[in-house]
């Protein structure tokens, strides 16, 4: 279809990567979020990690997840700055002697995994990097033709002949396009009208500032949780080890539990590290983030379109910035009829009329 005016309500990574994607196909765009400044929600993870998934039957979620990664590392390198927003360092997955090896890829492996030589059993990640989701978020937000309007709670959808509202909670229209892009994360299911089911999944990240010694050595590791051991943030050089994964719960409350589970992964992930930030988790000075990231039943993103000019691009979980980009893409090729970056099967794997319930 011909370009026109789009809403998009949400302005996290799936939200802005929903609307850069349109953009660069002409469409004006309105991005809409209660917070007052974009990444306020689970995009504000101060830095994270993108790598992919392995399996021993290379299902579904590491054949997305492959695909996320491409697209994500080639958005980031066209528009982040390496070394502060972002580094494609490569990732050394972790891994037990009794887990099974990963299911062979063909031509290529080598860029997605290998054996790594220092550590007989674990994998090496070429295509994996740090990413500062807030800076992803902005740079996508910068595109022509995006205007971002914060501090507009929106409560409900509507669409009057062709055209589709957004309303306040006193009916007033907020604001109005050819077609909407729900990408609110939890608040997602409201809007519309609870045909998709979206679950909390709450997340705490320990971190801290490094305490003026030499820099942590090596590339970042993932396994039974994930290591960043040297990230530029605005306050100076730092550390980041997590996450809980903690199903059904919406609390923003750090707990000192979890940074004690957090120690426990960062011991199993890398041992030396832990023994060198074990004081500052045992003294309190270890910092706590806490996000409530929005998912799916079987995990996967919910992307597509449920009803004639009304979109959705919403449940990354905790793999925001592998999922974002890709389900961006996919949302606008169906919408333009062009070829998708993903195969059919996977595309279907994605779309969420799988899980919805009828309006």
């Not at 990664?69 to 528009?79: H, K, M, P, S, Y």
């Not at 960062?266 to 004081?279: D, I, K, M, S």
Request: aromatic content about 4%.
């Amino acid at each position: 279809r011909d370009a026109g005016t789009a809403l998009v309500n949400g302005g996290g990574l799936a939200g802005a990567a929903s609307a850069a994607m349109l953009a660069r196909r002409g469409w004006r765009v309105q991005v809409l979020d209660a917070a007052s400044a974009p990444a306020a929600g689970a995009s504000a993870l101060p830095a994270g990690l993108l790598a992919p998934h392995t399996s021993p039957d290379d299902n579904l979620l590491s054949r997305l997840s492959r695909a996320g990664v491409r697209i994500t590392l080639q958005e980031a390198g066209d528009r982040l700055v390496a070394g502060e927003d972002w580094a494609h360092t490569g990732v050394l997955e972790r891994r037990e002697p009794d887990v099974r090896a990963p299911a062979t890829l063909g031509p290529g492996e080598e860029d997605w995994q290998r054996p790594a030589d220092e550590e007989p059993g674990s994998l090496w990640h070429a295509a994996a990097a740090w990413i500062k989701p807030g800076a992803l978020v902005r740079a996508w937000l910068s595109e022509p033709g995006i205007e971002w309007r914060g501090g507009i709670r929106v409560a409900s959808l509507e669409q009057r002949d062709a055209t589709w509202h957004v309303l306040a909670e006193d009916g007033t229209s907020l604001a109005n396009g050819d077609i909407v892009v729900v990408a609110a994360a939890l608040d997602s299911a409201a809007l519309l009208d609870h045909r998709l089911a979206l679950n909390p999944v709450r997340g705490q990240v320990s971190w801290n500032l490094h305490d003026g010694g030499p820099p942590m050595p090596g590339a970042p590791r993932n396994g039974h949780g994930h290591f960043l051991p040297d990230v530029p943030l605005s306050e100076g050089r730092a550390w980041l080890a997590g996450s809980t994964y903690g199903r059904g719960e919406r609390s923003l409350e750090p707990r000192e539990e979890d940074q004690r589970a957090n120690l426990d992964r960062l011991q199993r992930l890398a041992p030396e590290a832990a023994g060198r930030l074990a004081p500052q988790f045992e003294s309190g000075a270890a910092r706590a983030w806490v996000g409530v990231r929005c998912a799916s039943s079987d995990r996967r993103p919910l992307v597509g379109e449920l009803a004639p000019g009304l979109w959705v691009s919403t449940a990354m979980g905790s793999r925001g910035l592998t999922f974002a980009g890709m389900c961006a893409q996919l949302l606008v090729g169906r919408l333009h009829g062009e070829p998708l970056p993903l195969p059919a099967r996977l595309a279907a794997a994605l779309d969420a009329q799988r899980t919805a319930t009828r309006g």
